[in-house]
Structure formats: C-alpha cells, structure tokens
C-alpha cells in the first residue's frame, strides 16, 4: 500500500470516529434537555407560571390573563388563596407534568403591605419547590403584586429552598410612588437609564425606592423581563394610578443586571390602571413573552 493510500485510510477512520463521537455526544445533549424540561429545571413547557395581583384585588384581577394564557396551551392548575389571617390553602391539581401550569395567588385581605405579601409570596414559593418539586418559574404581577414578587426574588433569590425565577412580566408596578399616596402627576421623571429624579420614601404600604435599590443588587441576571405600563392620555403621564415615571423606574434597579429587560407602554383607555390586565392587548402580549420561546 502507497503512502498516500495509507494516509487517505488513516483520514477516513478519524472521520468515522468523530462522526461517531459527535453523534453520540448530539443524542445525550438531546437527552439532557428533554430531562431538564420534564423536571423544570431549565424550563420547558412545564414551567409554571404565577400570576399576582395588587391591593383590592381578587380572582377576577388575573382571571383574564390565565384565560388567554389557558388558549396559549397553559392549563389553571392551582389557586392559591391567602386568608385574612395568613393562613395559605391550596385548590386544584399541579404536578410536574402539567403543560404550562396557570397558578393564581389571591390575597383575601384587600389591603397589606409589599412587606407582608413578600412574606407570603416566601412561602408560597418555597411550596412551590418543596412540595410540587418545581425548580423555576415564571410570574406576572399586577400593581402592589409586581412589586412584592421583585422584592421577594431580589431578597430570596440566593436560598436553597427556593425555585429560580425565569421570566417575570410587570404590569403597572409603583416602584417609586404611587399618585393616591406619595407621587403627583408630572412631578417625577426618569433618565434614559430609568433613574428617578426623586426617590420616594417608604411609607405605610410600599418600601423606599433606595431600600428596592439596594435589595436589587442581589437580583438574579439570567431572568427576562418584560415591563408593561399604561398612560392614559389623561395630561398625567400615568395609568390614573401609577406614573410612567413609577413604573419605569423598574429599569434603573434591574436592567444592567437581568438577561434582557424590555418596555412596552400602552395608551389611552386601555392603559388606565385596572385596565391593563384586563385587555386583549396585554393578554396576546404576555403570553407570546412567556410561551412562544419556551
């Protein structure tokens, strides 16, 4: 046998061999995803999806979103209702294999404090990952409910017992101030960067923006956000509840740190305050957000 002859040999048996490692090496890749989907460690269609509401609110707040979410292939597997006096009950069937799982949180007291429904939003989420086995997860707060799932992730995100948030949507979400307690109308504004010009204080109801700043410096970077606020054309630069300037007051703790941080603003009597999880815009919106890339 030639030289050359025996070199073209020695040239076709690597190529088998590194077409056979990189075949063998395709297949267990696949492998490890498929699993990493079915036990909602890295996402997949199984990951579910929290939906929170802010004071006054009920199950009517969020019952439109998970009804658009249910038509986008998710399923409403869990509601989860926190009595007046704290105590959390569980209704419906979730387990790890249900398809995009829909879990409503209900606060019965109409009115508590970011503080304490971060406290609850603790425990529920622990559950979440303690007793139905789910490693991340998915949220979509509303108002107060924004705010307290920020800073439930921004405090907690770092324990052991707790599942890793993945995508997170803000509708309305009063950062800094809100019109009927602190913030008045074109008082406040925002830099390309989202930093106020005034950082409200903590009041009764909501923390202090510098409190939310400082507590964001431990907020995960592989989570996508999308950040979702109304101006309704009003001459207030606000939802008639919450100012643009609130609301995206979000960027400025967050952006620099998240995987991808998007704005969405939307106007006239559709982004009035109650109205922004209550319309067909928003709901088509959020559920490309949370289910058309996973």
Same mark, same amino acid.
């Given at each position: 046998?030639?030289?050359?002859?025996?070199?073209?040999?020695?040239?076709?048996?690597?190529?088998?061999?590194?077409?056979?490692?990189?075949?063998?090496?395709?297949?267990?890749?696949?492998?490890?995803?498929?699993?990493?989907?079915?036990?909602?460690?890295?996402?997949?269609?199984?990951?579910?999806?929290?939906?929170?509401?802010?004071?006054?609110?009920?199950?009517?707040?969020?019952?439109?979103?998970?009804?658009?979410?249910?038509?986008?292939?998710?399923?409403?597997?869990? $509601?989860?209702?926190?009595?007046?006096?704290? %105590? +959390? *009950?569980?209704?419906? &069937?979730? #387990?790890?294999?249900? /398809?995009?799982?829909?879990?409503?949180?209900?606060?019965?007291?109409?009115?508590?404090?970011?503080?304490?429904?971060?406290?609850?939003?603790?425990?529920?989420?622990?559950?979440?990952?303690?007793?139905?086995?789910?490693?991340?997860?998915?949220?979509?707060?509303?108002?107060?409910?924004?705010?307290?799932?920020?800073?439930?992730?921004?405090?907690?995100?770092?324990?052991?017992?707790?599942?890793?948030?993945?995508?997170?949507?803000?509708? $309305?979400?009063?950062?800094?101030?809100?019109? %009927? +307690? *602190?913030?008045?109308? &074109?008082? #406040?504004?925002?830099? /390309?960067?989202?930093?106020?010009?005034?950082?409200?204080?903590?009041?009764?109801?909501?923390?202090?923006?510098?409190?939310?700043?400082?507590?964001?410096?431990?907020?995960?970077?592989?989570?996508?956000?999308?950040?979702?606020?109304?101006?309704?054309?009003?001459?207030?630069?606000?939802?008639?509840?919450?100012?643009?300037?609130?609301?995206?007051?979000?960027?400025?703790?967050?952006?620099?740190?998240?995987?991808?941080?998007?704005?969405?603003?939307?106007?006239?009597?559709?982004?009035?305050?109650?109205?922004?999880?209550? &319309?067909?815009?928003?709901?088509?919106?959020?559920?490309?957000?949370?289910?058309?890339?996973?």
């Amino acid at each position: 046998m030639s030289k050359t002859a025996r070199t073209n040999v020695i040239l076709i048996i690597i190529t088998i061999i590194v077409a056979f490692f990189a075949v063998f090496f395709a297949i267990r890749s696949d492998r490890i995803i498929n699993n990493s989907k079915n036990n909602g460690s890295f996402g997949g269609d199984n990951v579910p999806t929290l939906y929170v509401h802010g004071m006054r609110g009920s199950t009517k707040s969020t019952s439109h979103l998970t009804k658009i979410a249910s038509r986008d292939g998710g399923h409403k597997a869990l $509601a989860v209702f926190v009595e007046k006096d704290g %105590t +959390i *009950n569980y209704k419906g &069937n979730l #387990n790890l294999k249900t /398809s995009k799982p829909l879990i409503q949180v209900i606060f019965k007291k109409k009115f508590t404090p970011v503080k304490q429904q971060t406290k609850w939003l603790h425990e529920i989420l622990k559950r979440l990952k303690d007793h139905y086995g789910f490693n991340v997860y998915n949220a979509v707060g509303h108002s107060t409910g924004a705010v307290s799932i920020l800073e439930n992730v921004a405090k907690h995100n770092k324990d052991s017992d707790m599942p890793k948030l993945q995508k997170f949507v803000s509708i $309305a979400g009063p950062y800094d101030g809100i019109l %009927t +307690i *602190n913030d008045r109308p &074109n008082n #406040n504004y925002v830099n /390309s960067n989202g930093k106020p010009s005034i950082m409200y204080p903590a009041n009764k109801w909501y923390p202090a923006y510098t409190s939310l700043l400082n507590d964001c410096k431990d907020f995960p970077t592989n989570v996508q956000i999308l950040n979702i606020y109304g101006n309704d054309n009003s001459n207030t630069n606000s939802d008639g509840i919450v100012s643009t300037s609130s609301a995206r007051s979000m960027k400025y703790l967050i952006s620099k740190r998240v995987k991808d941080y998007q704005e969405i603003p939307i106007f006239g009597v559709n982004g009035q305050h109650s109205k922004l999880h209550n &319309n067909i815009v928003v709901d088509h919106i959020i559920a490309r957000f949370l289910f058309d890339q996973n």
